[in-house]
């Protein structure tokens, strides 16, 4: 007959190998009851009694064109448990499926059944002035307004936000409008957004959908050019401001100084200031460098990915260039009519 201390030992053993080896318990913990389309939503799964040192593998089903936004989930630990958050957009109307889910750890295989979430289409009030955006939360960094042409402003938009499509972001009135820069890092994504807009417009107002409140938040954007905030110096669109204006006008008032002085003192010092002063003014008015652009080329009116393209290039041709931004060149083509071509455009030889 097994001793009582020694039973209770084997006993204590035993609890103690089941509990360490004793399986992962998975599941969801948040499914959407309901999604917008071009919704970033969440998917939570939960671990229940999880080794935080070995994490498990998720697999999803490779034949489901549905793939998450970012391939690794977010991770929060809450005591024996970890939350593993996935995040997809509703692309298309009616349903969004959602495909079967493997997870592997050290000790077994576990699978979770997809299933079909309802999607709907957001319809917002033309006064609401909805730029597209859904998301939990939504804030404009910083900002700034350039001079576009003539006419128009251009209006640089530093954008963050949670669970959001900032992709889809259009802002309704504007000349031209696109987004760049877009970063995903788990729920918050960042990005730039450009557009166009009448220089005589000195206020927009647009709204996103608060998906957490469920209803439309309007945001208030500053477009006058004298009131900008210099979030990052990008001239995109140079043309002579009033302050080139002012430097050619100082310059030749300083050669008319020099050159006055140097008649009335015959001091030799003067004519040297002067030599250097229409050095500088002679920089001012050299002839822009040209380049070559292909026969067919697009010419865009922003230098930002998906910009419309306002004409093509007739034939091969040399213009003159304005400006230089990333892998784009602003040019004149005509006679007061510019745009932007991207490097790949110009002439080979």
Same mark, same amino acid.
């Given at each position: ?104 750890? =050290?000790? &077994?295989? %576990?699978? !979770?059944?997809?299933?079909? $979430? *309802?999607?709907? +289409? ?6 609401? #002035? ?29 954008? =963050?936000? &949670?669970? %959001?499509? !900032?992709?889809?972001?259009? $802002? *309704?009135?504007? +000349? ?6 877009? #970063? ?166």
């Amino acid at each position: 007959m097994i001793p009582r201390r020694l039973f209770a030992a084997i006993l204590i053993l035993s609890l103690g190998a089941v509990a360490l080896f004793a399986q992962v318990e998975y599941r969801y913990s948040y499914l959407p009851k309901k999604v917008y389309l071009h919704q970033v939503f969440p998917v939570t799964v939960l671990a229940v009694n999880a080794r935080k040192d070995r994490p498990p593998t998720f697999r999803f089903d490779p034949r489901s064109p549905v793939k998450p936004l970012l391939p690794q989930p977010v991770k929060v630990i809450n005591g024996n448990d970890i939350f593993y958050t996935f995040y997809f957009k509703a692309r298309k109307p009616g349903g969004f499926a959602l495909p079967d889910l493997w997870i592997r750890d =050290e000790s &077994h295989t %576990a699978h !979770l059944p997809g299933t079909l $979430i *309802p999607v709907a +289409v957001l319809h917002a009030p033309p006064e609401d #002035r909805f730029c597209g955006v859904i998301a939990s939360d939504f804030k404009i960094r910083n900002s700034q307004v350039s001079t576009f042409d003539a006419k128009n402003n251009l209006v640089y938009l530093n954008v =963050e936000a &949670h669970e %959001a499509n !900032l992709e889809d972001m259009q $802002i *309704p009135g504007v +000349v031209e409008g696109g987004v760049e820069k877009l #970063r995903r890092h788990g729920a918050l994504a960042t990005a730039e957004y450009y557009f166009v807009i009448p220089a005589n417009v000195e206020e927009i107002l647009f709204s996103y959908y608060n998906s957490i409140k469920q209803q439309f938040v309007l945001l208030r954007v500053s477009t006058a050019y004298e009131q900008k905030t210099v979030a990052a110096q990008v001239d995109l669109n140079p043309k002579e401001s009033g302050f080139a204006r002012l430097k050619k006008y100082t310059f030749i008032a300083l050669s008319l100084f020099f050159l006055l002085m140097f008649f009335s003192s015959r001091d030799f010092f003067y004519l040297i200031l002067l030599f250097i002063t229409l050095a500088v003014l002679v920089t001012f008015y050299l002839p822009l460098k040209k380049v070559c652009v292909e026969e067919g080329a697009p010419l865009y009116i922003l230098p930002i990915p998906g910009s419309t393209v306002g004409m093509h290039i007739e034939e091969r041709t040399k213009v003159p260039l304005l400006h230089r931004y990333k892998n784009y060149d602003k040019i004149e083509y005509k006679h007061g009519i510019t745009g932007w071509i991207k490097d790949e455009d110009l002439c080979k030889d």
